[in-house]
């Protein structure tokens, strides 16, 4: 039998913490149809007879009918594919959900909160849904496979080896558990990084997100094509999906003397068409670094984020002994930042303070 099995598609997501520039979500979300049309497609061209969806196909809160009719309508185009879905913490099965309340093409199935078995010639498939935004635990502890020489597999939202003491817990499972189940393919998601080929015969699979959704999620994002035969061996093969790839790039300012220049190094950098960048500035400052001020002026749009992890370049220990206005105002900022109960928003503040103290004294 021959599957694809992806999870965490997160239709309608809105990018809100993604960029400052605000076509970048719309872009995202344009991404997110290109990628799963893609999975379709391959589908559709390749004869795949299941496909495994493992939780947050779409976002509760934002989701539109729109895009639940063209996905729906991606699945028509599958129908000889027998479609599979478990929902998880951003999709649950909750009572004003489109899973309960939208009319969905003949192929598809959605599993609830009650592990549920639909047995097929090739394989008995299990799945397991949220029902809530939230999930302690799934049933798994007392569930059985009742017909071990069949090919047997388990579709699921689930966090692995996650604690189920944590106050919002997104169904917790033991991976020794799900081993000593027997199953011959466990089609994972929640975790949107790839995890397929960590280990030896490795069967409890993470696909990934099928797009990026930030920079917290570096790398190639897609699908995981399988297929599993009458000897219970499995095949697996990852195959990327997004066309696009966040990466992030350091930038040593300690050479650097002004907003200008700063401005001119960052707009040289030269990155690839197909990739998102986020630039950290590094080193010390010679100058009052203003972020929002920077992104103004930058040219190549790859640019999504700037951030700051540069210190302050100014020896306030040595500048203080000078006999001048500049030695006694950085006496006064030296003890105001050696105070204990500053946080570091205080912390910042006062570096800033500094910078424009020295620039106004120079």
């Known amino acids: 039998m021959k599957f ?6 997160h239709f309608d997501r809105p990018f809100i913490n993604l960029s400052d520039k605000d076509i970048l979500g719309d872009l995202r979300r344009m991404d997110q149809r290109k990628a799963f049309k893609k999975a379709i497609d391959y589908i559709k061209e390749n004869n795949i ?9 779409y976002e509760q809160q934002y989701i539109k009918q729109s895009t639940i009719e063209y996905i729906n309508n991606l699945f028509k185009e599958i129908p000889n594919t027998r479609i599979f879905i478990s929902p998880g913490n951003h999709d649950p099965y909750i009572k004003n959900s489109y899973y309960n309340k939208f009319n969905w ?7 609830s909160s009650k592990i549920e078995k639909v047995s097929t010639d090739e394989a008995n498939i299990y799945g397991y849904g949220f029902d809530d935004f939230y999930c302690r635990e799934c049933g798994l502890e007392n569930f059985e496979i009742n017909d071990k020489q069949k090919l047997n597999i388990l579709i699921m939202h689930a ?16 991976k020794q558990l799900l081993q000593s ?11 949107h990084k790839l ?17 990026s959704l930030g920079f917290d999620e570096l790398g190639e ?11 219970k061996k499995l095949k697996l093969e990852f195959l990327p999906l997004d066309e696009k790839e966040f990466k992030v790039t350091q930038l040593d300012v300690s050479e650097i003397y002004s907003k200008e220049e700063l401005i001119e190094k960052i707009n040289t950098l030269e990155i690839p068409e197909n990739i998102y960048l986020k630039v950290e500035l590094i ?30 370049a100014y020896n306030l220990e040595k500048i203080q002994n000078e006999n001048t206005l500049r030695g006694l105002f950085a006496e006064k900022m030296n003890e105001k930042l050696k105070s204990e109960e500053l946080t570091e928003e205080q912390k910042n503040i006062i570096e800033k303070a500094i910078e424009i103290g020295f620039e106004a004294l120079q």
């Open 283 to 312: 080193g010390n400052r010679n100058f009052e670094i203003d972020i929002y001020d920077i992104i103004k002026y930058l040219s190549n749009n790859q640019i999504i984020k700037i951030k700051d992890f540069t210190k302050l």
């Open 181 to 191: 189940k027997g199953f011959d393919y466990i089609a994972l998601g929640h975790i």
């Open 159 to 174: 966090t692995l080896d996650g604690s189920k003491t944590v106050e919002k817990p997104y169904n917790p499972i033991s």
């Open 4 to 9: 694809v099995h992806i999870a965490d598609t």
């Open 195 to 211: 995890s397929y080929n960590d280990e030896p015969n490795q069967n409890i699979v993470y696909p990934g997100s099928t797009v």
């Open 105 to 111: 093409s003949e192929n598809v199935k959605i599993f």
């Open 49 to 57: 007879e299941f496909l495994f969806i493992s939780g947050d196909l």
């Open 221 to 231: 994002h897609g699908m995981i094509v399988g297929e599993l035969n009458e000897e």
